[in-house]
């Protein structure tokens, strides 16, 4: 006698077997693709606040910017001088920490702060004066609504030679200030 054997079971259990396979690699990929997903609007959370800090601890020009004749040679500039303020809705700025660079055809020169504020060397730069300082401490925070006149020995650039003065605060964009030395120099010269 011969015995007939029924496969109609086992195609159902492979049946099923395929179906759960089917299923886990489908969870796997749906993971993979959402953990993709979170970390993509992570990095893209990071990048929106970084740009709002920089953005916010921004600076600003309050007014004009004048040369200062050189005293040695009375043909060329010898420093800068201007005020800075906070931008409309900006954070603190720490004063101390930023890079403060002179760029003209011939230089590019990284300036350094001052040690003594009352005599500015070449190549230097100083916190001269403070307003709207609440505290009345002399600290080197610039905080909104205050204002600070900075001075930038400049590398002694000629008549009708453009020039340019890079503020970058240790957070922040840099603010370029990018002007010409007028055709003829006066003992204060306003830069156009």
Do not use: C
């Not at 006698?1 to 749906?30: C, H, P, W, Y």
């Not at 979170?38 to 004048?66: D, L, P, R």
Request: hydrophobic share 45%; glycine share 6%; charged share 15%.
């Amino acid at each position: 006698m011969k015995r007939q054997f029924n496969d109609n079971a086992f195609t159902g259990l492979e049946a099923a077997i395929v179906l759960i396979a089917f299923i886990v690699v489908a969870a796997v990929f749906s993971y993979v693709v959402l953990g993709a997903g979170f970390f993509t609007t992570q990095k893209s959370q990071e990048v929106v606040h970084t740009g709002v800090s920089q953005a916010s601890s921004s600076m600003e020009i309050v007014g004009y910017v004048y040369g200062l004749q050189d005293s040695a040679s009375l043909s060329t500039l010898g420093s800068i001088t201007f005020v800075v303020a906070n931008t409309a809705g900006g954070t603190a700025i720490d004063v101390k920490q930023m890079v403060v660079t002179y760029v003209d055809e011939d230089h590019h020169d990284v300036l350094t702060y001052a040690a003594d504020e009352s005599s500015i060397a070449a190549n230097e730069w100083a916190v001269v004066e403070r307003y709207n300082s609440d505290d009345g401490t002399s600290d080197m925070l610039l905080e909104p609504g205050e204002q600070f006149e900075l001075v930038v020995a400049v590398p002694n650039p000629g008549v009708n030679k453009a020039f340019t003065v890079n503020l970058q605060p240790a957070a922040g964009a840099v603010y370029p200030i990018k002007k010409t030395v007028p055709p003829a120099i006066e003992p204060i010269n306003l830069l156009p």
